[in-house]
C-alpha cells in the first residue's frame, strides 16, 4: 500500500513540477460532436501522448475521458457548459456538487488546472444572461476555497473577440460590455487567474475583405503592420488580436492579468466558392507556424515578457457540426487518429513528423474480420455511403476477387480516398485498417488521393461510416525542468521513505 501510495505522488508531483518549470506552450480542444465510431477515452489519451500533447481543454465534464488523463501528466481545463452558468449563479449548492463530483475526486491523479466557465457565453447567449456569469464564478470559487483547491484550479471565462470593439490597431481597442467586462476581470485580478480568450485570424482574414494579405494571417513573412500610436510592429494577425486583449484590459485600468488564447486555429476545407481560404495547405502553415511563434517563448509586442500560450482548435474534425463544410473542418486528427496533415506539436516543422503529408495509406479490411460484418460494410458503402462500386459488383469486374475482403477492401478505400478531407474515417465499425502498402492485383487498381489533389466535399454534412458500438466516449519544456523535475521528486522520495 505505502509503494502504491509512493510511485503514484511521485508521478503527480513531477507532473506538477514540471508545469511550474516549463514556458509557452501549445494545448489541444477536444469536442465531440462526432458521429459514431468516437474516439474512445484511452485512445484519445494515447494520441495526446503519442504527439507529446501536454494540455488539453474540455468543452465539459466527460468524467471518463478525465479518468483516462489521470497519473497523466497532462494539464486540463474543464469547461463548464453555457447552459450551466446560469444554473450554478442560481445554486450555490449545485456549483458546490459540480466541483466535488468533478475536481475534487478526481484530483490530483487527473491535473485539473482550470475551469472554463461557459464559451462565448456573453456572444452566445441573449444580453440579459450576461448577469449570471462572474456569480457563476463566483460560487464555483467559493467550492475550490472550501476545497482547499483555489490555489491549483483557476476560473476564467473564455470570450470571442467580439466582445471588443476598434481592435485594429490594437492600442484602440476596448470591451464593448464594460460592467460585464469589468466585473469579470476584477474576479480574475481578485484570484490571481488569467483572461482567456478566442481569438481566429482566419475569421479576422476573411472579415476584413482582404484588407489584410493572407500571408499576415498565416505568419509567414511579409511586410509588418505598425500601430502609429505605439510604434509596436506587428508581423502576424494573432500578436495583434493578444495585444488587442491586453489593451482593452488596460482600458479599464487592469494591466496584470495574463492572457490565455483558448481558441486559435485554421479550417482544412471549406465550400470552394465561399471558403476558397479553408485548405488543407493553409491550415498546416497556420498551425505549424503557430506552433514555433508560440515556442519561441515570447508574448506580443506590448507584453514580451509574458509567454504565448494556446490551444488549438481543434483535436478532432466534429463531422456533427451544423453549419458551413469549414465547421466540421478543424480537426488536425480524423475521428481514427490519422492525421489531417502533418503537425509537431514540439517544433512546428512539419518535416520532423513520421507522416506522409501527401498520402495516408490505403484503407483496408482487417484479416480478422468476420465476413458478414465485412458485407454490411460493403452494404454500407456502395449504398449511403455513395461510393462508386462498379468495380466489384460481379465476378466479371476487375475487382470483384475471390473473396469478400477484397470486394471490402475496394469499396472501403474507395470511400475513405474520397471522403477524408470531408470527416470520413476508416474504420467500418472496426472492420478496416490503415496500409501503406498498395493493395493493386491485376487489372484492380486502388485508388490513391493526395492533399495536394483532394476532391470537393459534399455541401452537406458527410457520412462518416456505419454506425459501430466500438469506441463509444462522451464529449516548450527545457532540459533543465526534466532534470529538476527528477532531482526534486529524488528528494521527496527520500524524505517520503524516511517516514516508514
Avoid at 59 to 64: C, L, M, Q, S, T
Avoid at 85 to 99: D, E, Q
Avoid at 280 to 303: D, H, M, W, Y
Avoid at 374 to 387: F, H, R, S, V
Wanted: hydrophobic share 40%.
Amino acid at each position: 500500500m505505502v509503494k502504491l501510495e509512493l510511485a503514484t505522488f511521485i508521478l503527480i508531483f513531477g507532473g506538477l513540477l514540471s508545469s511550474l518549470l516549463e514556458g509557452a506552450y501549445v494545448g489541444m480542444n477536444i469536442g465531440m460532436d462526432i458521429k459514431r465510431p468516437r474516439p474512445s477515452a484511452a485512445k484519445v489519451v494515447a494520441l495526446l501522448k503519442a504527439h507529446q500533447i501536454n494540455h488539453v481543454r474540455l468543452y465539459y465534464a466527460d468524467v471518463k475521458l478525465l479518468r483516462a488523463l489521470s497519473l497523466t501528466g497532462i494539464q486540463v481545463v474543464v469547461g463548464v457548459t453555457n447552459d450551466e452558468v446560469k444554473y450554478f449563479a442560481n445554486y450555490p449548492s449545485k456549483a458546490a456538487r459540480w466541483v466535488k463530483e468533478v475536481v475534487v475526486e478526481l484530483s490530483p491523479a487527473t491535473n485539473i488546472t482550470a475551469i472554463a466557465v461557459g464559451n462565448e457565453f456573453l456572444t452566445m447567449l441573449p444580453k440579459n444572461e450576461s448577469r449570471f456569469l462572474v456569480p457563476a464564478m463566483n460560487n464555483l470559487h467559493k467550492a475550490l476555497v472550501a476545497a482547499k483547491l483555489s490555489r491549483k484550479v483557476k476560473i476564467s471565462a473564455p470570450q470571442t473577440t467580439e466582445v471588443m470593439v476598434g481592435t485594429f490597431p490594437p492600442s484602440t481597442a476596448k470591451f464593448s460590455r464594460e460592467s460585464t467586462l469589468r466585473r469579470l476581470l476584477q474576479f480574475l485580478k481578485n484570484t490571481d487567474s488569467f483572461y482567456m480568450v478566442n481569438a481566429y485570424p482566419y475569421r479576422q482574414y476573411v472579415d476584413s475583405g482582404g484588407v489584410f494579405p493572407i500571408e499576415y494571417a498565416l505568419f509567414q513573412p511579409g511586410q509588418k503592420i505598425v500601430d502609429s500610436n505605439t510604434d509596436f510592429q506587428y508581423e502576424n494577425m494573432l500578436d495583434s488580436l493578444i495585444d488587442a486583449t491586453y489593451f482593452a484590459m488596460s482600458a479599464l485600468d487592469f494591466r496584470h492579468i495574463p492572457v490565455v488564447v483558448s481558441e486559435t486555429g485554421w479550417p482544412w476545407a471549406g465550400d470552394n466558392e465561399t471558403e476558397p481560404q479553408a485548405t488543407v495547405k493553409n491550415a498546416e502553415t497556420f498551425n505549424n507556424n503557430l506552433i514555433q511563434r508560440v515556442l519561441n517563448g515570447s508574448g506580443p509586442p506590448s507584453r514580451r515578457e509574458i509567454p504565448m500560450n494556446v490551444y488549438i482548435y481543434e483535436m478532432y474534425n466534429e463531422d456533427d457540426m451544423p453549419g458551413p463544410v469549414s465547421e466540421r473542418s478543424w480537426g488536425v486528427f480524423f475521428s481514427d487518429g490519422s492525421p489531417v496533415y502533418p503537425l509537431n506539436f514540439t517544433t512546428g516543422s512539419s518535416e520532423k513528423v513520421r507522416v506522409n503529408s501527401s498520402f495516408p495509406g490505403f484503407c483496408v479490411a482487417k484479416a480478422e474480420a468476420k465476413d458478414q460484418d465485412l458485407q454490411g460494410g460493403i452494404d454500407w458503402a456502395c449504398g449511403p455511403g455513395e461510393t462508386n462500386c462498379s468495380a466489384i459488383l460481379s465476378p466479371r469486374d476487375p475487382c470483384y476477387g475471390d473473396s469478400v475482403k477484397n470486394r471490402a477492401s475496394f469499396a472501403f478505400n474507395e470511400y475513405f480516398q474520397r471522403m477524408r478531407f470531408c470527416g470520413g474515417n476508416c474504420d467500418f465499425s472496426g472492420t478496416a485498417n490503415l496500409t501503406d502498402i498498395d493493395p493493386s492485383y491485376g487489372s484492380c487498381r486502388f485508388t490513391q488521393i493526395l492533399n495536394s489533389t483532394r476532391p470537393a466535399c459534399p455541401s452537406t454534412s458527410p457520412p462518416s461510416g456505419p454506425a459501430s458500438e466500438i469506441g463509444k466516449a462522451s464529449r516548450i519544456r527545457t532540459s533543465f525542468g526534466r532534470v529538476a523535475t527528477t532531482l526534486v521528486a529524488l528528494v521527496f522520495l527520500e524524505l517520503w521513505t524516511s517516514r516508514y
